[in-house]
């Protein structure tokens, strides 16, 4: 079975649009960040929404490359990891994203603010090396 081209286009332009606004947040000193409701809901939904794009890669390419798919999120990533579709350190990075991503959907009330100003100045590069890696799949 073959990648579906325009489903891996589509996931990369997300993470893309995501990370261009969480940049935005991330340019923002933390104090100025952690006081601006806005800033903190924005930075909230991109990630969650970088991280979701970035978990329908995993999840297609495994399926159509590696012929299986992972039970939990974080297990997506080792599986790349292990096909060698990502390097080691960048899967382990994206396992924690993961388990972020669960904690902004299903345990939001506690939201470690200073956490998500951290990702955002630390590990957007991340998310970055990933759509690379999905998007030069296709090329």
Not at 50 to 74: G, T
Request: hydrophobic content about 45%.
């Amino acid at each position: 079975m073959s990648l579906n081209e325009d489903l891996i286009r589509a996931r990369c332009a997300e993470i893309d649009c995501s990370l261009s606004r969480l940049e935005e947040c991330a340019r923002l000193p933390r104090e100025t960040f952690l006081a601006d409701q806005d800033a903190l809901d924005v930075a909230c939904y991109r990630l969650l929404i970088a991280i979701e794009a970035a978990l329908a890669l995993c999840f297609h390419v495994s399926a159509k490359r590696l012929h299986h798919v992972p039970e939990e999120y974080a297990g997506c990533f080792r599986a790349l990891e292990h096909a060698g579709l990502i390097p080691s350190d960048l899967s382990n990075c994206l396992q924690q994203m993961a388990r972020f991503r669960n904690l902004l959907v299903h345990v939001y009330w506690k939201i470690d603010y200073g956490q998500v100003y951290d990702m955002l100045t630390t590990r957007l590069g991340d998310l970055r090396a990933f759509r690379a890696a999905m998007a030069d799949l296709i090329e």
